[in-house]
């Protein structure tokens, strides 16, 4: 799923925070949704405006953000080196 078309950030906007479309429903707000059990079923009736698309693109940011964090945190950088430590 390519998440670029949904998932935006602007500056002035829920504080530079990822929103769905330029709402002001925030990638963390859906997550927290989720993680509380809230289903996509019941978030949807809640939040017309949002689709199964919006929070599969929410999914779709937050796996690809954990990926890259947990893939950067296993980089030792020492002066100018770089090591890549053995997973």
Request: hydrophobic share 35%; charged share 30%.
């Given at each position: 799923?390519?998440?670029?078309?949904i998932?935006?950030?602007?500056?002035?906007?829920?504080?530079?925070?990822?929103?769905?479309?330029?709402?002001?429903?925030?990638?963390?707000?859906?997550?927290?949704m989720?993680?509380?059990?809230?289903?996509?079923?019941?978030?949807?009736?809640?939040?017309?405006e949002?689709?199964?698309?919006?929070?599969?693109?929410v999914?779709?940011?937050?796996?690809?953000?954990e990926?890259?964090?947990?893939?950067?945190?296993?980089?030792?950088?020492?002066?100018?080196?770089?090591?890549?430590?053995?997973?």
């Amino acid at each position: 799923m390519n998440y670029k078309d949904i998932i935006t950030i602007e500056p002035g906007k829920r504080g530079g925070k990822p929103t769905i479309r330029g709402m002001r429903i925030t990638v963390y707000d859906v997550l927290k949704m989720l993680a509380s059990g809230m289903s996509e079923k019941k978030i949807l009736s809640d939040f017309p405006e949002l689709t199964k698309k919006d929070i599969k693109a929410v999914l779709s940011y937050a796996s690809e953000r954990e990926h890259s964090l947990s893939t950067a945190s296993h980089e030792i950088t020492l002066g100018s080196k770089h090591f890549s430590q053995a997973s």
